[in-house]
């Protein structure tokens, strides 16, 4: 098909039943960190099932794709079952807006994501172009489970790094908290102050910008709680708080 390349799976991780980390042999053409390309395999018909999937790597390494197993899903579950070696086919140019050059200025960003929505981010972390950018920057992932919180030790190592100017605050919904993972979801977190108590930064319309990427529903939900605090939705013409990207 044009515009793809065949791909194969270099890296497999399993962080849980269902969660992958896929990293990809492909030389893709250059991509900003955010942006998200089509993977494709082959049906019955002889046709290509075709799916957006968020570049987790940074520009320049192997591409990586943190990817969630979607029951009874067309595509999900045939790439998650992918071992070290099968092929896949990658488009080779990836696409979208989810990227700090569509950013305006702001002194703090947050990065909040439910599942697999954490893939943008790391692209962004691991290319280092925030840094110069903004005074703090927040990451922010909720998952039901402590085992869906892929990349943990990585962005903890991360924040240890680069603190103070890095947060990283995880929140699981299904288990109970404790001193270093939030209880509860998101945008109830957001709701009560508990997730800038946990962080010691404020969200404000003077100072914040948001990136939310995920599950729609969370991303509707949080919208509303952010927009009656005044930040409302970035666009091109009208320049805003609230950058978005859902996955469904
Ligand atoms: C810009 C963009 C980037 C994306 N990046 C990623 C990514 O990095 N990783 C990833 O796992 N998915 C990502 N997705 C979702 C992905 O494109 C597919 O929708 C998903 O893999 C399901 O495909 P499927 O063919 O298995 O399911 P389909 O048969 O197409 O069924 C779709 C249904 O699956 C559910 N669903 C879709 N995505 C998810 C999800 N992530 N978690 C839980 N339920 C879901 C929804 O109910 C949706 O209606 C992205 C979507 C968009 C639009």
Same mark, same amino acid.
């Given at each position: 098909?044009?515009?793809?390349?065949?791909a194969t799976v270099?890296?497999r991780?399993?962080?849980?039943?269902?969660?992958?980390?896929l990293?990809?042999?492909?030389?893709? &053409?250059?991509?900003? $960190?955010?942006?998200?390309?089509?993977?494709?395999l082959? +049906?019955?018909?002889?046709?290509?099932?075709? =799916?957006?999937?968020?570049? /987790?790597?940074?520009?320049?390494?192997?591409?990586?794709?943190?990817?969630?197993?979607? &029951?009874?899903?067309?595509?999900?579950?045939r790439l998650?079952a992918l071992a070290v070696g099968d092929r896949v086919? +990658?488009? !080779? !140019?990836?696409?979208?807006?989810?990227?700090?050059?569509?950013?305006? $200025?702001?002194? &703090?960003?947050?990065?909040? /994501?439910?599942?697999?929505?954490?893939?943008?981010?790391?692209?962004?972390?691991?290319?280092?172009?925030?840094?110069?950018?903004?005074? =703090?920057?927040?990451? *922010?992932?909720? *998952? =039901?489970?402590?085992?869906?919180?892929?990349? !943990?030790?990585?962005?903890?190592?991360?924040?240890?790094? =680069?603190?103070?100017?890095?947060?990283?605050?995880?929140?699981?919904?299904?288990?109970?908290?404790?001193?270093?993972?939030?209880?509860?979801?998101?945008?109830?977190? @957001?709701?009560?102050?508990?997730?800038?108590?946990?962080?010691?930064?404020?969200?404000?319309?003077?100072?914040?910008? *948001?990136?939310?990427?995920?599950? $729609? /529903?969370?991303?509707?939900?949080?919208?509303? *709680?952010?927009?009656?605090?005044?930040?409302?939705?970035?666009?091109?013409?009208?320049?805003?708080? @609230?950058? +978005?990207?859902?996955?469904?």
């Amino acid at each position: 098909m044009s515009g793809f390349l065949e791909a194969t799976v270099s890296r497999r991780v399993e962080w849980a039943p269902g969660l992958v980390t896929l990293e990809l042999s492909a030389n893709l &053409d250059p991509f900003e $960190p955010g942006q998200f390309v089509n993977l494709a395999l082959g +049906v019955d018909d002889g046709g290509l099932v075709r =799916r957006p999937y968020s570049l /987790a790597s940074a520009p320049g390494a192997p591409p990586e794709i943190l990817l969630t197993c979607v &029951d009874g899903g067309a595509l999900s579950p045939r790439l998650c079952a992918l071992a070290v070696g099968d092929r896949v086919l +990658v488009e !080779r !140019r990836a696409q979208g807006f989810f990227t700090a050059s569509w950013l305006p $200025p702001a002194k &703090d960003l947050w990065l909040i /994501a439910t599942g697999t929505g954490l893939g943008p981010y790391l692209s962004l972390l691991r290319s280092g172009v925030l840094w110069e950018r903004f005074e =703090r920057v927040v990451v *922010v992932h909720g *998952v =039901r489970w402590r085992s869906h919180l892929a990349h !943990r030790a990585e962005l903890c190592a991360l924040a240890d790094a =680069r603190a103070p100017q890095l947060a990283y605050a995880p929140l699981v919904s299904r288990e109970a908290s404790d001193a270093e993972v939030l209880g509860g979801r998101i945008t109830a977190a @957001v709701a009560s102050g508990a997730l800038e108590e946990r962080v010691g930064l404020r969200l404000a319309s003077d100072r914040s910008h *948001v990136m939310l990427c995920g599950n $729609p /529903a969370m991303i509707e939900e949080l919208g509303i *709680v952010l927009a009656e605090r005044g930040l409302n939705r970035h666009r091109a013409r009208k320049p805003g708080h @609230v950058t +978005v990207e859902k996955y469904w």
